[in-house]
């Protein structure tokens, strides 16, 4: 079973637009991280936030955390079309090294 | 530097017959991880090694099921006689990380279709 639910499930933007993911997650955890995922390809890793950090960024990426809603979202912006993939939130729970995923978010950008 | 390898990349078994499937970690990562990701699905855990020593294997379905990482390198994750149900992405990640959460790093995962 998985841990959480992302809003969208697919989401369809223009190349240039921003684009907003939202996680949101069931246990108290010890941090989140996002993972794009390119059709039959591996998971990459994008960003990781701590638990006792709201905001963090990373080139085009931002990332925002409340643990009080047990959510999270990751903002693209300027999206490109090589930005087309599924996106997941990952969550480790406490005194846990697995991650749980949710069911992602299959992003397509038009060109 | 080589990230996580994987293989075979695809595996076609007949219902009932055993498979193995390897994972390559990045050299000196001391956790590996496997998940199991079905078609439109996120990944799901199946177990985790740090080292040798198999710390967490609460996510493998069934007892056909088993993985080993003898020398706290290579991973091998077997199935056996296996169903249609298994039928899925393979995926393994490693990590630097002893103690405390880290990044894991995905290999591209091996595909398993049995028929």
């Known amino acids: 079973s998985q841990q959480g639910e992302e809003d969208p499930q697919a989401l369809s933007i223009q190349e240039g637009e921003n684009a907003t993911m939202n996680c949101s997650y069931k246990t108290s955890i010890n941090n989140l991280q996002w993972y794009r995922q390119n059709s039959g390809r591996g998971l990459v890793h994008l960003i990781l936030i701590r638990s006792n950090e709201r905001e963090k960024h990373s080139g085009r990426l931002r990332v925002t955390l409340d643990t009080s809603k047990k959510s999270s979202s990751l903002l693209i912006t300027a999206s490109r079309a090589a930005d087309t993939a599924s996106y997941f939130c990952a969550t480790d729970a406490r005194g846990a090294q697995k991650l749980v995923f949710g069911q992602g978010t299959r992003l397509t950008i038009n060109p | 530097g080589a990230g996580v390898s994987q293989s075979p990349r695809y595996k076609v078994a007949k219902r009932g017959q055993d498979v193995a499937l390897r994972c390559d970690p990045i050299?000196?990562?001391?956790?590996l991880f496997w998940y199991q990701q079905a078609l439109g699905q996120g990944p799901e855990f199946l177990t985790y090694?740090?080292?040798?020593?198999?710390?967490?294997k609460s996510g493998l379905p069934s007892d056909r099921f088993f993985a080993e990482r003898p020398e706290g390198s290579v991973s091998t994750l077997k199935i056996q006689r296996t169903q249609q149900e298994d039928s899925a992405v393979y995926l393994c990640a490693s990590s630097l990380a002893r103690t405390r959460s880290y990044e894991q790093y995905f290999g591209p995962g091996t595909r398993l279709t049995v028929t």
């Open positions: 090694f740090q080292n040798e020593a198999q710390l967490d």
């Open positions: 050299s000196g990562h001391v956790s």
